[in-house]
């Protein structure tokens, strides 16, 4: 513990997973929208 410096960690890796997770959660709510419109103009 003693060794660690802020800024030194290489996080290249967790930004691309972040960037994805975001962009899943996009594309879902996208989703989620587009079946909500459909289902209410189905149900009238």
Do not use: R, S
């Amino acid at each position: 513990m003693g060794d660690y410096k802020p800024g030194e960690m290489d996080i290249t890796e967790q930004e691309k997973t972040f960037h994805g997770f975001i962009k899943a959660v996009g594309w879902g709510a996208v989703c989620i929208l587009v079946f909500l419109v459909l289902l209410a103009m189905i149900n009238g």
